[in-house]
């Protein structure tokens, strides 16, 4: 069988995907574009020509990160609105959870932005929005709703990250405990000011 030459598109997409990997395991610094590079098959010359810097790269990644986790939030809300989408994107939430290497590359572009790095911060900042804005759109509820909602993903986000499923000890029990309906009512603008 003959070999089939990827397109530049292809290639891109397939460093990313292998990117993602190192990234979201070792950070910015410490991912290896070598090591990126010898997993996709291709010189480290060939990485920088499709990225430009190892922080392009990365950027990328935790971009498409955060994307993944928007496109899912949003078909799995499908035409519900209010509290009904939010329940959706919730049980949605919940099981991209096991998708550790999406978790982890937002929480890795998070410690990064975090790391005072303005450009990463920037960019991170910028793939928050959009998720931020895809599911108040979507819901069409208060900002106050929207920040809740997005606050127990955090939570979830840590959680998860921690391992917290595998910790029996009484805080973390009571970290994992579900949250029940009509918890939140006494949250409004008034009270959250």
Not at 151 to 166: E, I, P, R
Request: glycine share 6%; proline share 2%; charged share 25%.
């Amino acid at each position: 069988m003959p070999l089939t030459r990827m397109t530049a598109q292809q290639r891109r997409e397939q460093v990313l995907r292998v990117a993602e990997l190192e990234f979201a395991t070792r950070g910015l610094h410490g991912a290896s574009t070598e090591t990126i590079a010898h997993r996709a098959g291709i010189t480290q010359t060939y990485v920088f020509r499709l990225f430009s810097t190892k922080r392009e790269l990365f950027l990328a990644c935790v971009d498409a990160a955060f994307e993944r986790l928007t496109l899912a939030l949003r078909a799995a809300a499908a035409d519900a609105t209010g509290v009904d989408a939010l329940a959706a994107m919730g049980r949605e939430y919940n099981a991209m959870l096991a998708d550790r290497t999406t978790l982890l590359l937002q929480l890795q572009g998070m410690a990064a932005a975090a790391a005072g790095e303005p450009e990463i911060r920037d960019a991170v900042r910028a793939s928050f929005g959009r998720l931020w804005q895809a599911v108040s759109d979507t819901a069409g509820l208060d900002p106050v709703t929207i920040k809740t909602f997005l606050a127990f993903g955090m939570l979830l986000n840590t959680s998860a990250a921690l391992g917290l499923a595998d910790v029996d000890e009484r805080w973390a029990r009571q970290a994992r405990t579900r949250i029940k309906p009509g918890l939140f009512e006494h949250v409004t603008r008034e009270t959250n000011r």
